[in-house]
């Protein structure tokens, strides 16, 4: 069974930095591009980057580059995104997800809010 | 960037009618479009992948379809537990882009 499980967010002041993780399982994690996708409170689905198998090719939203960094661990099936630099508008629920088909499996994502 | 722009906003339908929401591309995306469905609290479900393809798992009264760069997804007969909230990506190129949602109930 395909697994998702993020965790890292929590309440952060604007201005400051937070790492998220998503560890997969249940499929062979070093095949898949994975990505994150982030959702405010009561608003709609926003992508926010993409990184291949290999890491060869990453892609941000332009709400989020130069802030935010995806990378992953193949030997840890892990995902990550550092993000610095935060705003109050970045907070939101972030999920993680893997592209087999389209984005076919979703984490049950994890709150970040940004607030002082 | 391409946008997706999805209609209708909101929708209210009864048990057993046919439900259509459309997608229109800012360009061509051939079909790289999928369709997600979102119930409140949960993670978004993917239902309809490479424009037509039906997910593992989704009931077949739901289908996709595609004319030139506007793309829909039909629900052939409404059932209690579809209402919910409808998405539209894009993933032909980055930035990936979602459509701003339909929200579908019960009459």
Not at chain 2, 70 to 77: A, F, G, T, V
Request: a positive charge.
């Amino acid at each position: 069974e395909v697994q998702l499980v993020e965790s890292g967010g929590g309440l952060v002041q604007p201005g400051r930095s937070l790492k998220l993780s998503c560890l997969a399982s249940g499929f062979t994690f070093s095949n898949y591009g994975m990505n994150w996708i982030r959702q405010a409170p009561g608003k709609g689905l926003e992508w926010v980057a993409s990184i291949s198998s290999s890491s060869s090719y990453i892609y941000y939203a332009d709400t989020v580059k130069g802030r935010f960094t995806i990378s992953r661990d193949n030997a840890k099936n892990t995902l990550y995104l550092q993000m610095t630099s935060l705003r109050s508008e970045d907070t939101a629920l972030y999920y993680c997800a893997r592209r087999g088909h389209s984005l076919d499996y979703w984490g049950q994502g994890v709150m970040v809010t940004v607030s002082s | 960037d391409i946008q997706m722009t999805q209609s209708p906003a909101s929708l209210s339908a009864s048990l057993e009618e046919i439900v259509t929401i459309t997608c229109q591309a800012s360009q061509d995306i051939g079909n790289w479009l999928a369709w997600y469905q979102q119930k409140p609290g949960k993670s978004p479900q993917l239902l309809i992948y490479g424009a037509t393809s039906l997910a593992d798992g989704v009931p077949s009264r739901f289908s996709g379809s595609r004319s030139g760069t506007q793309y829909s997804l039909k629900i052939s007969r409404l059932q209690v537990e579809d209402p919910g909230i409808y998405y539209c990506l894009q993933g032909y190129s980055a930035p990936y882009t979602f459509g701003a949602g339909t929200k579908l109930e019960l009459k």
